[in-house]
């Protein structure tokens, strides 16, 4: 078992399944989520809005969905609970690994516009609610 076999580093560190990231303009896009379902690397305790990870979302040349022979249980995982599907993760993290590509300037441009217009949407919901507190 991956969180096992390397303890708490893989279930912040290690890719668990790759979430679509749908925004207009970016083709075949996807962020890569820890088995706590936060980008990879974050320890974060609050609620992650995935399209607000530009800089961890990875780019592939087609949608990689369905190539059933990289995923275990659902579509997008790399593994469950099942040690089977920890036996091959390694290589199967590998072919996908050669299927990225570098997004273009204006795929990067436009996630990072949408996570700016979504962070500025969230501070005003929570400044409108703050208001309606002391009201």
Same mark, same amino acid.
């Given at each position: 078992? #991956?969180?096992?076999?390397?303890? !708490?580093?893989?279930?912040? &560190?290690? /890719?668990?399944?790759?979430? !679509?990231?749908?925004?207009?303009g970016l083709r075949h896009?996807? $962020?890569?989520?820890? +088995? @706590? ?7 974060? =305790? ?7 990870? /530009?800089? &961890? ?9 369905? $190539?059933?022979?990289?995923? +275990?249980? @659902? !579509? %997008?995982?790399?593994? @469950?609970?099942? /040690? ?8 199967? %993290?590998?072919? #996908? ?7 273009? +300037? ?5 996630? +990072?516009? @949408?996570?700016?217009? *979504?962070? $500025? *949407? ?8 703050? *208001?309606?507190? =002391?009201?």
């Amino acid at each position: 078992m #991956i969180d096992r076999l390397y303890g !708490p580093f893989a279930r912040i &560190h290690f /890719p668990y399944c790759f979430m !679509p990231i749908d925004v207009e303009g970016l083709r075949h896009c996807y $962020l890569p989520v820890s +088995r @706590n379902y936060k980008p990879i690397g974050s320890a974060d =305790s609050e609620f992650a809005i995935y399209e607000e990870y /530009p800089e &961890h979302f990875v780019y592939f040349w087609r949608d990689i969905a369905p $190539l059933t022979a990289l995923w +275990r249980g @659902n !579509p %997008l995982w790399l593994y @469950n609970d099942g /040690p089977a599907s920890r036996e091959d993760y390694f290589e199967r %993290l590998a072919r #996908i690994e050669q299927m990225m590509r570098e997004p273009s +300037r204006r795929e990067l441009e436009r996630a +990072r516009q @949408n996570a700016e217009a *979504s962070k $500025l *949407s969230r501070a005003q919901e929570r400044a409108a609610a703050r *208001s309606k507190l =002391s009201a």
